[in-house]
C-alpha cells in the first residue's frame, strides 16, 4: 500500500507519549509528516481528519488504567476514512490495564483500520525526587525499541491490504475498568519561591491554572496530570502530603520492577 503521508497525533501533559510518537516517526522513514499535538485545550477544538492514503500514528498516555478523559473526549471528535492506524498507549510502570484495547476500539469506531498496537512506559506523572517511579523513561533503550516499531510498521505497510474489521488481538476487558469519581483534591503545594512567570499556566492541558494567580488552581477541572509540578523552572510546584501523596508512595513501593514495551500486530 503507498503511503502518502504520516499524522503522528498524541495528548502528552508530561512528553513521554510526544517522546515516543516522535521516535516512532523516525523508524517509518516517510518524508511528509505531520505532528498534531492535542495536549493543549485549544488543540483540541480541532478536529483530526485523515484519509486512507495517510498513516496515523496515536500514542496516548494510561490514566487509571484508560484513556485520559479529556484525550478520549477529543479522540470521539476525530474523523478517519480507512485511515491505517497505529495504536500506542504510555503508562507510568503500573499496568495499561484496558487502555491500548480501549484506543483500538474508537479508532475502529471512527473509521480507522488498526495496523498494530504497542504499550510504552514513561516516567509515571506522580514520579519525584522523593517517589521516583520509572525516573527518566522513556530512555535510550525504550526510544530505540519504538524506532525499530516504526521501521516495522513501515514494512506491514508494504503490503498492506485495507480490510474492514481489523482487529490486533491487545490485553484488556469490556466493559473497560470503572473509573473513580474523581472528587476534587487539593494536592498541590506553591512555595513562596514562585515567580509567577506563568509557565504553570501555559502547559496547563485543560487552562486549571490562572497566569495570575498560579498558587490557586481549579481542582474540579484539574485532571493531576503533574505537567505544573515538572515544568516549572523554580521547583516551586510539589504534591502535598495527603491521599496524592499516598499513591505516588504507594506506586513508588510497588512499581519499582522495570517494566519493557511490547507490541502487537494483526494475527
Ligand atoms: C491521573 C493519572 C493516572 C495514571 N494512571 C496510570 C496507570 O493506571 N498505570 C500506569 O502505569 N501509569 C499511570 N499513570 C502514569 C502515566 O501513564 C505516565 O506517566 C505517562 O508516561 C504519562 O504520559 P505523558 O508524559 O505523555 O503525559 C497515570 C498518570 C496520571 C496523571
Redesign the pocket.
Given at each position: 500500500m503507498n503511503i502518502r503521508s504520516v499524522k503522528l497525533a498524541c495528548f502528552?501533559?508530561?512528553?513521554?507519549?510526544?517522546a515516543i510518537n516522535q521516535a516512532i516517526g523516525e523508524g517509518l522513514e516517510i518524508d511528509n509528516v505531520e505532528v498534531i499535538d492535542a495536549t493543549q485545550l485549544n488543540s483540541r477544538q480541532t478536529a483530526l481528519q485523515a484519509s486512507n492514503d495517510e498513516l496515523l500514528v496515536l500514542a496516548m498516555?494510561?490514566?487509571?488504567?484508560r484513556l485520559p478523559v479529556v484525550a478520549e473526549k477529543w479522540l470521539q471528535t476525530i474523523s478517519l476514512k480507512d485511515t491505517p492506524t497505529v495504536c500506542v498507549v504510555?503508562?507510568?510502570?503500573?499496568?495499561?490495564?484496558d487502555a491500548l484495547l480501549e484506543l483500538q476500539d474508537i479508532v475502529k469506531q471512527r473509521g480507522g483500520l488498526p495496523v498494530a498496537c504497542a504499550a510504552f512506559i514513561?516516567?509515571?506523572?506522580?514520579s519525584a525526587d522523593n517517589t521516583p517511579i520509572a525516573v527518566a523513561r522513556p530512555d535510550a533503550n525504550d526510544l530505540q525499541q519504538a524506532k525499530a516499531f516504526g521501521h516495522k510498521v513501515q514494512g506491514i505497510m508494504e503490503s498492506f491490504l485495507p480490510e474492514v474489521g481489523i482487529e490486533v488481538p491487545v490485553p484488556g476487558n469490556r466493559p473497560y475498568k470503572e473509573l473513580g469519581k474523581g472528587a476534587p483534591v487539593d494536592f498541590i503545594d506553591v512555595s513562596e519561591v514562585c515567580t509567577r512567570c506563568g509557565i504553570c499556566a501555559s502547559v496547563c492541558p485543560v487552562e486549571a491554572i490562572n497566569k495570575k494567580t498560579p498558587s490557586t488552581y481549579d481542582m474540579a477541572n484539574c485532571?493531576?496530570?503533574?505537567a505544573c509540578i515538572k515544568a516549572c523552572p523554580e521547583q516551586a510546584r510539589s504534591m502535598k502530603e495527603g491521599v496524592m501523596m499516598d499513591v505516588a508512595k504507594r506506586l513508588n513501593s510497588m512499581c519499582q520492577e522495570r517494566k519493557e514495551p511490547v507490541t502487537f500486530f494483526p494475527a
Open positions: 502528552s501533559p508530561t512528553g513521554t507519549s510526544r498516555p494510561v490514566y487509571s488504567g504510555v503508562y507510568g510502570n503500573r499496568e495499561y490495564d514513561g516516567e509515571h506523572s506522580f485532571i493531576r496530570c503533574c
